[in-house]
C-alpha cells in the first residue's frame, strides 16, 4: 500500500486501487495500442510496487516493451501532452549519453483521480473504510 495525497487528504491505497487503475487504462478511448502499453508499463512500475514513481530509462522502457526509442519517444510525448503520464526529466546535459538518462515517471493526475474517485465511491458504497 502506498500514499496518494488528494485535496489535502491523504489516502492508503491498496491492490484494489491497483486494479481499478489498469481497468481504466483499458477502457481509455483516445490512445493506440503502444501508448496503452506504455500506459500499463508505468502503472505497473509505479502502483504495482507501491510507489507514486518510478526511475526508468527510455532505452529500458523501449527493449521491455519491444518498441523502437524514437517510437517511445513519440508515443510518450503524445502521452504526456494528454497528461495521462508525467515525466520528471533527468539532469545532466550533453555529458552523460542518451542511454545513460533516467526520468521519474508516474501517471497523469487525470488517471489518478479519476482512479481515485471511483475507487473511494465503491469503497463508501460498500461499507469499506479507505
Avoid at 111 to 124: A, G, P, Q, S, T
Amino acid at each position: 500500500m502506498y500514499i496518494i495525497t488528494y485535496n489535502k487528504e491523504e489516502f492508503e491505497v491498496d491492490s484494489f486501487f491497483e486494479a481499478l487503475t489498469y481497468r481504466f487504462i483499458a477502457d481509455i478511448k483516445d490512445i493506440d495500442c503502444i501508448e496503452r502499453s506504455i500506459l500499463l508499463f508505468v502503472a505497473r512500475k509505479t502502483g504495482g510496487f507501491q510507489k507514486l514513481y518510478d526511475t526508468l530509462g527510455r532505452e529500458y522502457i523501449a527493449d521491455q516493451l519491444a518498441i523502437g526509442v524514437a517510437t517511445l519517444d513519440r508515443k510518450m510525448k503524445q502521452l504526456i501532452e494528454k497528461k495521462y503520464i508525467y515525466k520528471v526529466s533527468s539532469k545532466g546535459g550533453s555529458t552523460i549519453n542518451a542511454k545513460d538518462k533516467y526520468s521519474k515517471f508516474r501517471l497523469g493526475d487525470n488517471i489518478i483521480i479519476d482512479v481515485l474517485e471511483n475507487w473511494k465511491d465503491i469503497k463508501e458504497n460498500n461499507g469499506f473504510r479507505y
